[in-house]
C-alpha cells in the first residue's frame, strides 16, 4: 500500500509530463524542455518523481562517483568529476547518516551545506551542487582540491617557503575570512588542516560545520567551539556574545604557526591552554581587557603570579624572521581583548600589504604531493576535531541546552 | 562589491525570487502535475479496492477554526465511478497560507516562544516547498510542522527533537497524537523540496537598522552621506517639519518624533511579521524593499524623507529614488491588500482536500520506514538492492540446504 506506482494511461502520463517539464523551466533546470511530442518521449517513471525528485536526480547524473579518497565517522569523500567533463573532477562528500543522532538531518550536515550554498568566493571551497542518492544520503558536491592542507605545508621539513609565501597565503586567509565577515558569518573553526590548496595554489578555506550566522545581539552563542591551540580567550572564559574576533584570532594562530612551522600555542587542556596564552601574550585583567573578569568562566589570577602584557620586543626573537611590520599585525589579531583585536577588514588593510616583499603569485608557491589523501581526510572529519596525535578533540558536543536566551 | 551585489550571490535571489508571471506558471504548472497524478493514484486505489486511509486534514488546538470539521462523511475517496475534484491553484494557495499562519500561531505560543527569525523561516521552507509540491501531494499541516522543527535548526534556535515533539503535543491537546517519527518522516521530503537551500535572509534586521539610524536624525547626529547638502542639524530640523500622520498635532517636541518613529517602528515591525511573510513578498521583493514597504505603510511621510537622504545627488534623487519608491509601493500595496481567509472558506476547501489527497502519499511516516530499507517511493526496488536480496536468498537458501540436509529425492524413500 502506498508504495506502488499508479498505472497510468500514456494520456495522463503526458499531460504530467507537459506540467512537468514547464515547470522545471521555471525552476531554471538544466535538462528539461517542453517535449514536442510528450506522449512519445514520457515513461510512466518520469510521470511518477515528483518535481523535486526529478530535479534531485538530474542533478545526481551530472556526476559520477569514482574512488574512495577516505573515510571518517561522518562523511565518505569520493573523487568524482562531470559525466560530461570527465577531466572535469570534483569532490563528493557523502555525509554519513549519524545512528547515535535521532534527530534527523545532523546539525553539522545542515551548516556546512547551508553556509557553503551562499559563500561564493575564490579563497572559500565552492559547493556545486547538493543531491541525495538512494537511501537518503545527502551529496555534497565540492571543489576537487588536489594539493593537500597549510597542515601538510607546515609539517613538511622538505618543503621551503619564504616571507612573501607566508604573505600569499595571509592574504588568501584573510579574504576568505573577510568574505564570511561580510556575509555574516562566523566560521569558527580556523585552523591550517581546514585550510586546503587548490591545483593553481589558491588557498581554499572548507569545514564550516562549526560555523553560523551573526547572532541577534541578545541572543546566546555557545563558546564550545573552534579547535582549542586556534580558539581565543574569550571562548574559554564562557563568552556567550562574540564577533568575527574569534575567527582573527584563529588567524593569527595560524600566521604564527607559518612562521614558526609549528603550533604556537599547543595547550593539552583547556586550562593549560590559558595558561600558555596568559605566558606568550599576558594575563588577561580589567586593566588590559575591561569587562574581563564578569565573563563566567573568568578565573582571577593572584597579583604576583599575573603576566603583564608583553611588550612587542618580547616577541621579536621569536618572529624575527617575518619582520617588524607583519609583527605589529600579528600581535594585532592577537589582542586577548576581542574588543581591541583587529578585524578581518582591518587585517586586509594593514600598511603590511603595501610593503616588500610582495607576496608571492599563487602558480609560484611551493606545492607537495599527497594531497589527494588529505583531501579525503580534511573533508571526511568533523569541525573541531584534530587528526590523532594531536591531542584535542573538541568542540564536537555543542551545549545547545545553553544555547537558549 | 555593494550589498546589492552580495544580495544577488545569495540563493534566495538565484533560487527563490521570481516574477509574478513566473511564480504564476510554476504554481499552475505544480497544480496541474499533482491533480493529474491524485487523479491516477485515486482511481487506481479505488480499482484495487483498497480502502484507503484518509488524511488528518484536521488541526485543532493552537487555537485554530478547524478541528473537528476535518473528517468528512464516509470515506474519503469512496465515491467509486465520481470524478475526483481537486484542488484549484487559489485554493492551494490559501490552505498553504492559512498553515503558514498556523506555523506562525504555533510559533508565537507560549510552548515555544520562538523568536520571530525562526518562525519566518519556518513559513518561507513551507511557501518554498509548496511552489513545486502540492498540498494534494504533501498536506500542510505535515509539513508545517515539520518546517517548524528544520527551522529551530537552521536558525539555529535547537531545542532537541524529544522536546519539540513534548511542546507541540501540549499545545495541540490530547486529541492529535505527535510522534518523533511524524516529525521526522516529511525532514528529508521538505529538504529536497527546498533543494539544500536553508538560509533565508529576513527584513527584522534592516529594520531596526533604520530605527536606529532615524534616532540619530532625530538627535541630529545622523551620518550623511557624502554629497548630502544639509548638515545633520537641518536634517533634524527638515525632519520635525514634516508633515504631521493622519491629522495628528505636528510633532514640535523632539520627545514627540522621537515617539512617532518608534510607532512607526512598532507598526512596521508587526506587518513584516504577518503580512510580510505570509504573502508571496520574499518571492517578488528583496527584504530591504519589503522593510521600507512595511515603513512605509506605517507613516509614508517619515519613510520617504529617510530614503530622500540616501540620494543626495540631483541625478540619482530625480532617477533612481523614483524607481526606488515605486517598487516600494508595489509591494506595500502587496502588504496592505494581505487578508486571513474567512473561516467559512477554509472549512469548504478543508473537506475539498480531505477527498483529494494522494492516497499514496498519505503514510509520510510507512514511506519513509520503506524507503529507509532501501526501497524506491514508486516501489521498484533499486537495482542493487535487489541483487543484494537476491544473493541473500541464494546463500540462505544454500545454507538451508546444509542445515536440513540435501533435497529429497524426488521419488526417494516416504514415510
Known amino acids: 500500500m502506498g508504495v506502488t506506482s499508479p498505472a497510468q494511461s500514456p494520456l495522463v502520463a503526458a499531460g504530467i509530463a507537459t506540467a512537468k517539464a514547464r515547470a522545471l523551466t521555471v525552476l531554471g533546470s538544466s535538462a528539461k524542455k517542453a517535449p514536442e511530442s510528450p506522449a512519445k518521449s514520457v515513461t510512466s517513471k518520469d510521470a511518477a518523481t515528483d518535481l523535486s525528485e526529478q530535479l534531485n536526480d538530474e542533478l545526481r547524473q551530472k556526476y559520477v562517483k569514482g574512488k574512495k579518497l577516505g573515510e571518517g565517522t561522518y562523511a565518505i569523500v ?328 | 562589491m555593494t550589498e546589492d551585489e552580495i544580495y544577488r550571490t545569495s540563493t534566495q535571489y538565484r533560487l527563490w525570487s521570481f516574477t509574478p508571471e513566473k511564480l504564476a506558471s510554476l504554481r499552475n504548472s505544480t497544480n496541474a502535475l499533482a491533480a493529474e497524478r491524485v487523479k491516477a493514484a485515486i ?101 508545517m510542522m515539520t518546517s517548524l522543527y528544520f527551522a529551530t535548526k537552521t536558525e539555529p534556535h535547537y531545542m532537541g527533537l524529544d522536546k519539540y515533539v513534548r511542546n507541540l503535543q501540549s499545545g495541540l491537546g490530547k486529541k492529535k497524537k505527535v510522534t518523533n517519527e511524524d516529525i521526522l518522516a516529511p525532514e528529508f521530503i521538505l529538504t529536497q523540496g527546498i533543494r539544500f537551500t536553508f538560509d533565508v535572509k529576513h527584513p527584522f534586521h534592516a529594520l531596526r537598522g533604520v530605527h536606529m539610524e532615524m534616532q540619530a536624525m532625530v538627535e541630529g547626529q545622523a551620518a550623511l552621506l557624502p554629497g548630502e547638502g544639509r548638515t545633520a542639524k537641518e536634517v533634524q530640523e527638515a525632519m520635525q517639519a514634516l508633515p504631521p500622520k493622519d491629522g495628528a498635532m505636528l510633532q514640535d517636541s523632539a520627545a514627540a518624533l522621537r515617539k512617532r518613529l518608534d510607532d512607526a517602528y512598532g507598526q512596521a515591525k508587526l506587518t513584516l511579521g504577518s503580512a510580510g511573510i505570509l504573502t508571496d513578498a520574499y518571492f517578488l521583493y528583496t527584504p530591504s524593499q519589503i522593510m521600507f514597504a512595511s515603513l512605509l505603510l506605517a507613516d509614508e511621510a517619515l519613510t520617504s524623507f529617510y530614503l530622500s537622504t540616501k540620494f543626495p545627488s540631483a541625478t540619482s534623487a530625480s532617477t533612481i529614488f523614483p524607481k526606488v519608491m515605486a517598487t516600494i509601493r508595489l509591494c506595500a500595496e502587496m502588504l496592505q491588500s494581505f487578508e486571513q481567509l474567512g473561516r467559512d472558506e477554509l472549512i469548504r476547501i478543508d473537506k475539498k482536500i480531505y477527498k483529494c489527497q494522494n492516497p499514496e502519499k498519505v503514510d509520510l511516516v510507512s514511506l519513509n520506514r520503506a524507503q529507509k530499507r532501501d526501497e524506491t517511493v514508486d516501489g521498484k526496488l533499486d537495482e542493487s538492492v535487489a541483487k543484494r536480496r537476491k544473493l541473500e536468498r541464494e546463500k540462505s537458501m544454500r545454507e538451508g540446504e546444509d542445515i536440513f540436509g540435501p533435497q529429497l529425492e524426488k521419488n526417494g524413500a516416504g514415510g
Open chain 1, 78 to 405: 569520493y573523487k568524482g568529476h562531470l559525466r560530461d567533463s570527465p577531466s572535469t573532477l570534483v569532490a563528493i562528500k557523502k555525509i554519513k547518516v549519524n545512528v547515535d543522532y535521532k534527530d534527523g538531518l545532523a546539525m553539522d550536515a545542515i551548516r556546512e551545506v547551508k553556509f557553503l550554498q551562499e559563500l561564493s568566493h575564490p579563497n572559500i571551497i565552492a559547493l556545486h551542487s547538493v543531491y541525495s542518492s538512494k537511501n537518503q544520503n545527502l551529496n555534497l558536491v565540492l571543489e576537487f582540491l588536489p594539493l593537500g592542507d597549510l597542515e601538510g605545508m607546515i609539517k613538511d621539513t622538505s618543503v621551503q617557503y619564504s616571507n612573501a609565501d607566508i604573505k600569499a597565503w595571509m592574504g588568501m586567509i584573510g579574504r576568505a575570512v573577510w568574505w564570511c565577515h561580510e556575509n555574516f558569518v562566523l566560521h569558527r573553526d580556523i585552523k591550517p588542516n581546514n585550510l586546503l590548496i587548490a591545483g593553481d595554489g589558491e588557498v581554499k578555506l572548507a569545514d564550516f560545520g562549526l560555523a553560523r550566522s551573526f547572532q541577534e545581539p541578545y541572543l546566546n552563542m555557545t563558546h564550545v567551539v573552534i579547535t582549542r591551540w586556534y580558539r581565543p580567550p574569550e571562548l574559554f572564559f564562557g563568552a556567550r556574545h562574540y564577533s568575527g574576533a574569534v575567527d582573527v584570532w584563529s588567524v593569527g594562530c595560524v600566521f604564527a604557526e607559518l612562521a614558526l612551522r609549528t603550533p604556537y600555542m599547543a595547550g593539552e587542556t583547556d586550562i593549560h591552554q590559558v595558561e600558555i596564552i596568559s605566558q606568550a601574550i599576558g594575563t588577561p585583567t580589567e586593566d588590559n581587557w575591561p569587562g574581563v573578569s564578569k565573563l563566567p568562566g573568568y578565573v582571577p589570577i593572584a597579583k604576583d603570579k599575573q603576566v603583564p602584557l608583553r611588550p612587542k620586543r618580547d616577541f621579536e626573537p621569536i618572529f624575527r624572521s617575518i619582520g617588524p611590520v607583519a609583527l605589529d599585525l600579528l600581535l594585532a589579531t592577537l589582542r586577548l581583548d576581542p574588543r581591541k583585536r583587529i578585524s578581518a577588514k582591518g587585517f586586509l588593510q594593514h600598511e603590511w600589504w603595501q610593503m616588500d616583499p610582495r607576496p608571492t603569485k599563487k602558480e609560484n608557491l611551493p606545492r607537495k604531493g599527497g594531497g589527494e589523501e588529505a583531501l579525503g581526510n580534511d573533508l571526511k572529519r568533523m569541525g573541531g576535531e584534530l587528526e590523532d596525535g594531536r591531542a584535542d578533540k573538541v568542540a564536537r558536543k555543542i551545549d545547545f541546552g545553553k544555547m537558549k536566551p
Open chain 2, 43 to 143: 482511481k487506481k486505489s479505488r480499482e484495487s479496492g483498497q480502502a484507503q486511509p484518509a488524511a488528518s486534514a484536521d488541526s485543532s488546538g493552537f487555537s485554530t477554526p478547524l478541528g473537528e470539521n476535518g473528517q468528512a462523511n464516509g470515506s474519503a475517496h469512496g465515491d467509486k465511478d465520481a470524478e475526483v475534484e481537486t484542488l484549484t491553484v487559489d485554493e492551494e494557495r490559501m490552505l498553504v497560507e492559512y498553515y503558514c499562519s498556523q506555523a506562525k500561531t504555533i510559533g508565537e505560543a507560549k510552548e515555544f516562544s520562538f523568536p520571530i527569525h525562526v518562525i519566518a523561516t519556518a513559513v518561507q521552507f513551507m511557501k518554498r516547498f509548496y511552489l513545486s509540491n502540492s498540498p494534494m501531494t504533501y498536506h500542510p499541516r505535515v509539513i
